[in-house]
């Protein structure tokens, strides 16, 4: 690592950028450490881009110049299933910086968890990918060589990359673990990188990021009677001095001694005011003499090193505050003067405060961009871009050529690098102080992002926000093709185009409907709907475009038709309304109806049922239910799609929470399959198949979902194959909605709250080489069983499955016996519940008919008898995902019970009597009986000689006064539910 940025420093372009810095790059690390090898990239526990081929024996980061990173763009086949290809959208609250400005103009900012590369020059991007939580902080090297990112997630980490390839070099795991990085800096040698934990108790460490360790040279906490600091940089004079801020404090580290010591900076003790020397315009306003400057209760902003003078310049208010660092009686030893100076600089609140050149630069709270001398007189003023308030300003490394000479009597700094601003509103400005011009890079509207669609037959990409602004997007040229503001309607909650491209639908949090022309989007004031005061939460059109239906959060559907009038008459009207669902309602679909082209619409609520309605005999202000099914008995259906034809009958797909997926026979509403259902952390909450290939008739059919914070792929037929699946983190805090293009060649995320478009590209093949590592026939169920298939598990359900067929042809038989490979469906469910899976009477019938139905349409008759293996995937689909936790019984008895003495959850026996006979799926009393008599061991037992009756028989004696309530505690909390009546094992420590 040492020696190669040792060689790079040969490459890279001098920085000129404080008067301090010598004419020759800065020495390397110690050129003893090792070198990187084939891609650079180093890290103790996987590869963070395997994007980047390997090259052994030549390093991709040594050979790397300032064109190397998009003028080599790979064109082979992406190594993942998806990609990230392009990011629509910025984080405003993070820096940009600018790398290049000299041939291309290229820039660096965040989005999401993902670094981002802009080359404005090629309209390209290159995504530094390898966060799986929202980066937090950046920073690059002075000679914008080498870039770091970090994130505050539970396990945060810090990476290093290049710059020049793309390519991250090094990787620093846990390095405050408890709260993330809040603010790092690289010193001006590149050699050393402090990072400022955001932890209860503060950390400041440095690191030799070249070197391979991952422990910190140099750690010291901040206590927390400094205030919370969330900024920190070093001297770019001298790299054993670091000072980070806080809203109240400035503290100042200093490395010297061979440790890291912190002084604080009193701002109580300000005592001197004085007068900024000022020049140009605004001079009458900066001159006005302070005598009476209080700041100890005024927020401090950032503050920097003085590059010539000794001191800490430090931001508050309108103000700047100046304290002197002086020599301590220790050689090298510096501390802080007990006194601090003030200077008013102007009457807007400063935002940021950096410096270039022999220049102080501040940028405020009006979008003006003020230069000063190290005397801070003013030198100019930047006011005329009309930007707001400023977050970043960013100098190019190059210096302007052939700027002219000041002219002045007095010599003073010339502004000769363009810079790069960035503002609250998400816009980026290039400025050039050449020609005084400024050009806008990115104006992105930073607002959270509910909904996405794709033109069905052209490459357009709709976008609607919380601000009601709608774009449309060409995906392929990467630019804004459409843009409408609506004046009167906000919060845009939906959006989608009609089948034939023609028309595009927007749902508003108002309830209001609008449906424009999708090219010019305009609509006509006849076809703008306000018929509930109900968010619209979704919307769809039917395959024929004929019909338009809305979903709102009352758990209303409301449904549109297009009014054939003769020519030019004809329009969009009201067709009905009907409350269909007492809950939320999570899916709304057209489809066809069997053997017909006639449109059907049904409806999915987390009342757990599908309703369709009766279109055909609907009427203006009457719209007709057809029927209406209860579909689940516990979980709650999120989402549903119809299943592509892949076998003779037609299926409904839905998906619950309890990460299984369904089929349901379209005509009889049946459920005819129970699969297991991708788990990838949160349970699937839109799912949609893929459009299939016009070139490849034969491609198989895939599905495409989201989850919490994942997007991912599932290969069909479903079977409950896991390694049929794959997804990955697009959004961290949550992505509410995902479209795909009609080729299948990309799909497109969106995420709540970070207000980013993700663009993903797709490469199923990766897919399907990773379902076919996962093995054959029965491997991938076996991987699913504890222990596999050489484990005690996999045993137990051999043996068992051999006793339920002995017991089918009787105990006590005699004869010699048939061997079979089979047992009867009806041995299911006692097989089932010997494994410790107890379902309930109604998921017994579904599992029968699944099997029972499972070859009807081909043939014609019932299936009556299970193999092991065909065993063996019924039961790795139907028992629950991830078992019954702990936290859902102690929920169940917070629902059904009430609390004790203690303040913990309990049921009367009676209570639970009750509730079993007469809740759910209804128990007989001689059920429960015989039930608790085998959990408490209450049957027939030999005791001394003398036989003791069984508890059901004592409750039907004559005269025995005994009943159940006797046998069983009288108050049932939860650990005595799971221990003493189920005997569950107790959790390990």
Same mark, same amino acid.
């Given at each position: 690592?040492?020696?190669? @940025? ?35 990239? %180093? ?16 390093? %991709? ?66 995504? @530094? ?28 980490? #810090? ?25 790092? !800096?690289?010193?001006?040698? !590149? ?10 108790? %503060? ?76 020049? +140009? ?48 009686? #220790? ?120 909904? #996405? ?16 602004? @709608? ?29 034939? /491209? ?13 449906? @424009? ?137 839905t998906a619950s929470d309890q990460y299984k997926m369904k089929l349901y026979n379209t005509t009889t509403k049946m459920c005819r399959k129970t699969l297991l259902g991708p ?32 997007? +991912? ?37 969106? /995420? ?7 663009t993903w590209e797709i490469n199923l093949n990766v897919l399907e080489a990773g379902a076919n590592l996962g093995g054959k026939d029965l491997e991938p169920f076996f991987a ?27 105990? $006590? ?37 699944? #099997? ?16 092991? /293996? ?40 009676? %209570? ?46 004559? $005269?025995? /006064?005994?009943?159940?309530?006797d046998a069983i505690p009288h108050e049932i909390s939860v650990e005595t539910f799971t221990s003493h009546i189920m005997s569950f094992p107790s959790p390990p420590e």
């Amino acid at each position: 690592m040492a020696s190669l @940025l040792n060689d790079m420093s040969d490459e890279s372009p001098t920085n000129s950028g404080a008067e301090t810095q010598s004419d020759t790059e800065p020495a390397g690390p110690d050129e003893k450490r090792q070198t990187l090898k084939c891609s650079g990239a %180093q890290s103790s526990r996987e590869d963070t881009n395997p994007d980047i081929p390997q090259m052994c024996g030549k390093s %991709q980061v040594y050979n790397a110049t300032t064109e190397s990173l998009f003028s080599n763009k790979k064109s082979h086949p992406k190594p993942h299933v998806l990609s990230l290809e392009r990011i629509y959208g910025m984080n405003p609250l993070l820096p940009v910086f600018t790398l290049q400005d000299h041939n291309q103009l290229v820039i660096l900012y965040a989005g999401a968890h993902v670094g981002v590369i802009y080359n404005e020059t090629l309209n390209s991007q290159h995504i @530094l990918q390898g966060h799986s939580q929202p980066i937090s902080c950046m920073c690059v090297t002075e000679d914008r060589r080498w870039i770091a990112t970090a994130d505050q997630a539970s396990e945060s980490m #810090v990476m290093i990359w290049d710059s020049y390839s793309g390519i991250p070099v090094n990787t620093l795991f846990d390095c405050h673990s408890d709260g993330g990085v809040i603010a790092m !800096a690289f010193s001006r040698d !590149a050699k050393h990188l402090v990072t400022l934990g955001a932890e209860q108790v %503060q950390r400041v460490c440095i690191w030799d990021w070249t070197n391979e360790t991952q422990s910190p040279l140099w750690a010291t906490e901040v206590s927390p009677a400094y205030g919370f600091h969330n900024y920190i940089i070093f001297n770019a004079n001298d790299s054993t001095q670091v000072l980070s801020s806080s809203t109240s404090h400035v503290l100042f580290y200093n490395t010297a001694s061979g440790n890291l010591q912190c002084f604080s900076v009193d701002i109580k003790k300000v005592k001197k005011p004085m007068n900024a020397r000022v020049k +140009g315009k605004d001079s009458t306003k900066n001159s006005q003499h302070s005598q009476n400057v209080n700041l100890a209760d005024v927020a401090l902003s950032r503050s920097v090193f003085h590059w010539k003078e000794p001191q800490i310049l430090t931001a508050s208010g309108s103000n700047l505050m100046v304290c002197n660092v002086k020599e301590g009686r #220790v050689a090298n030893q510096c501390v802080l003067s007990d006194r601090v100076m003030i200077i008013p600089l102007q009457e807007s609140l400063i935002t940021v405060l950096t410096i270039t050149d022999s220049c102080i630069v501040t940028g405020d709270s009006q979008g003006q961009i003020h230069f000063y001398d190290e005397k801070f007189g003013l030198l100019t003023v930047y006011s005329e871009f009309e930007l707001d308030a400023i977050v970043s300003i960013s100098f190019s490394k190059e210096c302007a050529e052939g700027h002219l000479e000041d002219s002045t009597l007095e010599a003073t700094p010339v502004i000769s690098r363009s810079f790069v601003v960035s503002t609250v509103s998400s816009t980026v400005v290039h400025v050039d102080t050449q020609r005084s011009t400024a050009r806008i890079l990115l104006q992105e509207d930073y607002e959270p992002i509910h909904t #996405v669609a794709c033109h069905p037959n052209q490459p357009a990409l709709a976008i609607g926000n919380q601000r009601g602004i @709608l774009k449309v997007w060409d995906y392929n040229k990467k630019v804004c093709i459409g843009r409408k503001v609506f004046e009167t309607e906000k919060q845009i909650q939906c959006v989608t185009f009609d089948p034939k /491209g023609i028309y595009l639908a927007v749902g508003f949090g108002s309830g209001a409907v609008h449906i @424009l022309n999708s090219k010019t989007l305009q609509s006509d004031p006849e076809e703008r709907f306000h018929y509930t005061n109900e968010s619209i939460h979704l919307v769809t059109f039917s395959s024929d475009s004929k019909y338009l239906a809305t979903a709102d959060t009352g758990g209303a559907v409301t449904v549109f038709c297009w009014q054939m009038n003769g020519g030019s008459l004809s329009h969009w009207t009201y067709l009905g309304r009907y409350r269909s669902h007492y809950k939320p309602i999570k899916d709304l679909l057209f489809g066809v109806h069997l053997d017909s082209t006639q449109p059907r619409l049904l409806s999915l609520g987390m009342d757990r049922r599908l309703v369709e309605y009766d279109l055909e005999h609907s009427d203006v202000n009457q719209l007709h239910i057809l029927s209406s099914e209860r579909i689940e008995q516990s979980a709650v259906p999120m989402c549903m799609t119809w299943y592509p034809p892949l076998t003779t009958e037609q299926f409904l797909l839905t998906a619950s929470d309890q990460y299984k997926m369904k089929l349901y026979n379209t005509t009889t509403k049946m459920c005819r399959k129970t699969l297991l259902g991708p788990t990838y952390g949160s349970p699937i909450k839109q799912i949609v198949v893929l459009p299939k290939s016009k070139e490849l008739e034969t491609t198989p059919y895939y599905l495409a979902f989201i989850t919490e914070d994942k997007v +991912g792929f599932q290969m069909l037929p479903l079977d409950g194959n896991p390694y049929k699946s794959n997804a990955m983190v697009c959004h961290p805090t949550g992505v509410s909605a995902f479209a795909c293009s009609p080729d299948r060649r990309l799909i497109f995320t969106v /995420g709540r709250s970070d207000c980013m478009v993700l663009t993903w590209e797709i490469n199923l093949n990766v897919l399907e080489a990773g379902a076919n590592l996962g093995g054959k026939d029965l491997e991938p169920f076996f991987a699913l069983l504890e222990g596999g298939r050489n484990g005690k598990f996999y045993q137990e359900i051999k043996d068992f499955f051999s006793f339920c067929r002995i017991r089918h042809q009787g105990i $006590d038989f005699m004869e010699n016996r048939q061997v079979s490979t089979k047992i009867p469906l009806s041995e299911v469910p006692a097989l089932m519940r010997a494994l410790a899976y107890f379902p309930t009477e109604q998921e017994i019938e579904e599992m029968q008919n699944e #099997v029972k139905f499972s070859k009807y349409a081909e043939t014609g008759e019932y299936v009556t008898d299970i193999d092991l /293996g065909e065993f063996i995937k019924l039961y790795v689909n139907h028992r629950p995902a991830f078992g019954i936790s702990s936290n859902e019984i102690s929920q169940a008895f917070h629902v059904l019970g009430h609390s004790s003495s203690t303040g913990q959850p309990v049921l009367q026996s009676h %209570q639970l009597l009750e509730l079993l006979q007469g809740r759910g799926e209804r128990m007989t009393e001689e059920e429960v009986t015989k039930c608790f008599a085998t959990l408490l061991d209450l049957n027939d037992e030999e005791k001394d000689g003398k036989r003791e009756h069984s508890v059901h028989d004592r409750m039907h004696s004559e $005269d025995s /006064g005994y009943s159940l309530e006797d046998a069983i505690p009288h108050e049932i909390s939860v650990e005595t539910f799971t221990s003493h009546i189920m005997s569950f094992p107790s959790p390990p420590e």
